[in-house]
């Protein structure tokens, strides 16, 4: 009878054991993500920030108007093909099969097959850019209808400065997909911040002085100060030298990478990366639609209102980038090294890694939404109302940056979770959804078109993010038996609460701040949003105290043991 009792006894010490070691992996576990976000965060503020520099240059330059408009259309196509071609399935298609091919096979086996990669994308690329050159009056024409000729003209000469940034994009996104499957995450997360800082230099620098001429008034002669529309130019020159800058700024971390450029484009992996590139690229076509559509039904409520998107869309990817964007792409690889192993351990992990990424994410999120509508007017007079931007314009931005704010929080989780679908290989379940959460933009922007103009486009994109939201989390909660005890729901609430009392701050003082100083001068409207900005973070971090949301403590115990442990 001895015999049984010795056996259960170690049976015990043996689960608790196990236990014990799957809490230190999932600790450790956590701390990669946490570091790698915290890289990736900084990172995106870099980018973010001088992603802000880059439109506060063309706003003060050359205000709303045809020339930005024009330029902004000269952008979309290359970087749609782009988003249509490569640069939307390094997530969902590269990174997992990368990761994969090293961890199974060894970084020779990578070399090999990022060299074929590099290779056909070299080739390919180049031809779409020539049809691009030849074509580029046509290609404007279906994006910007809405556009008068003369407009039209110059965005098909700005195309064709900014069609060749589609190489150097594309092979930018092979090689940071590549230093991201081995986990390397500073130097693809200073390529935003490369791309933008070179983008503000080349327009300040190649831009053409302003032109002084008289015109006749009631008052006698006046002099006018303009700036010639042609000089937009600078900043689509700026664009394509971000594009080259960026691509070879990927090339310090792959220093001993043996890549080699080949004709042989047969290998195993390549036939794995394109079936899970089908799907992604179905949704891709689909939004890339959709994006023309936006377009051009833009153009055709006004003008300007293109540029009112843009800027409106810019200030939304701040937080965005900071927040979602960070901690999806840090857990990715983690996830699909999870997603790999067999069903039990694996899936555990999955869902805490998964689980740790959601709570982080909505802790973050919806403090930055909520502290970005409430300051939407004085942000936009500080970051734009200068030089040919208007008043009416930040009115009108401010207007469509909120609407777009609705959406926000539902987009940040919705970036994990599809994530999460593309760390198990699965890219036809994202697709799908994105095809019925896109044709209820389509349906939304056309039914309110009539009566709400360019803001139906902002009303639509927030729909859209709520119902792609609430369908992946039904579809993946279902695929993994539930989330598990992630306390999502209680870590929402306790974090709308906090953004709740945050709220009633940053409006008490900002008419105290406004009674103080002259907000209409630069140095008025610095204090505005820098004491109405502090008030939020001290409330909330405050509440996050009282409330105990978890979370955010753990975030600042990482970053707190990260310094210690430096100095």
Avoid at 413 to 420: F, P, Q
Avoid at 448 to 453: I, V
Avoid at 505 to 513: H, N, S
Wanted: with cysteine; hydrophobic share 55%; aromatic share 8%.
């Amino acid at each position: 009878m001895s015999e049984p009792a010795a056996t259960s006894v170690e049976t015990v010490l043996h689960d608790e054991t196990g236990d014990m070691q799957r809490h230190d992996d999932q600790e450790a576990t956590n701390a990669s993500v946490a570091r790698a976000t915290g890289v990736i965060a900084l990172g995106n503020v870099a980018s973010r920030v001088l992603g802000m520099a880059r439109d506060v240059v063309l706003t003060n330059l050359f205000g709303a108007s045809t020339a930005t408009d024009a330029f902004f259309v000269a952008t979309l196509v290359p970087r749609t093909l782009y988003d249509l071609l490569i640069g939307g399935h390094v997530n969902g298609a590269l990174i997992p099969v990368l990761s994969e091919v090293v961890t199974r096979d060894g970084r020779l086996a990578l070399w090999r097959l990022v060299s074929v990669l590099v290779s056909m994308i070299a080739v390919v690329m180049a031809l779409i850019v020539l049809l691009l050159t030849i074509f580029a009056p046509t290609v404007v024409s279906m994006v910007g209808s809405g556009y008068d000729g003369a407009t039209q003209s110059l965005a098909a000469d700005l195309l064709r400065i900014t069609a060749p940034a589609m190489l150097f994009l594309s092979l930018f996104a092979i090689l940071s997909g590549t230093l991201y499957a081995l986990r390397a995450f500073t130097f693809p997360a200073l390529a935003g911040a490369i791309f933008n800082g070179c983008v503000v230099l080349g327009t300040v620098a190649l831009a053409p002085p302003l032109q002084v001429f008289p015109a006749a008034s009631s008052h006698g002669v006046t002099w006018l100060v303009d700036r010639p529309i042609e000089g937009i130019r600078a900043a689509a020159f700026g664009w394509l030298i971000g594009a080259v800058v960026q691509m070879a700024s990927q090339l310090p971390g792959l220093r001993r990478a043996r890549l080699r450029l080949t004709l042989h484009w047969r290998h195993p992996a390549i036939r794995q990366i394109v079936l899970l590139y089908l799907p992604v690229t179905f949704s891709l076509i689909l939004d890339a639609f959709v994006r023309v559509f936006s377009y051009n039904l833009a153009s055709q409520t006004g003008e300007s209102s293109l540029s009112y998107m843009n800027w409106a869309t810019t200030l939304i990817q701040f937080p965005q980038g900071l927040v979602a964007t960070a901690i999806s792409i840090a857990i990715l690889p983690t996830l699909s090294r999870q997603a790999a192993l067999i069903a039990g351990e694996g899936e555990r992990s999955f869902r805490d890694t998964l689980g740790l990424g959601l709570r982080m994410a909505i802790t973050l999120i919806i403090p930055a939404a909520v502290g970005l509508f409430v300051l939407a007017m004085p942000i936009i007079d500080l970051l734009f109302e200068h030089g040919a931007f208007t008043p009416a314009d930040t009115e009108v931005t401010a207007f469509a940056l909120r609407l777009y704010l609705i959406g926000l929080p539902f987009a940040a989780v919705d970036l994990l979770l599809v994530y999460a679908f593309y760390a198990r290989q699965d890219t036809l379940t994202p697709a799908l959804i994105g095809l019925v959460s896109l044709l209820l933009y389509m349906v939304v922007a056309l039914l309110l078109a009539p009566t709400t103009g360019v803001f139906s486009l902002m009303i639509a994109d927030s729909v859209k993010h709520v119902a792609h939201a609430l369908l992946s989390t039904l579809i993946l909660r279902r695929k993994l038996g539930g989330f598990g005890d992630q306390r999502l729901a209680l870590t929402t609430l306790k974090a709308a609460t906090a953004a709740a009392v945050m709220v009633v701050g940053a409006l008490i003082v900002q008419p105290v701040v406004v009674d103080i100083v002259d907000t209409k001068r630069f140095y008025g409207e610095i204090l505005l949003v820098g004491a109405a900005g502090g008030v939020c973070v001290v409330v909330y971090v405050a509440m996050a105290l009282l409330l105990r949301l978890e979370e955010l403590l753990w975030l600042w115990r990482m970053i707190r043991q990260r310094l210690f442990s430096r100095n």
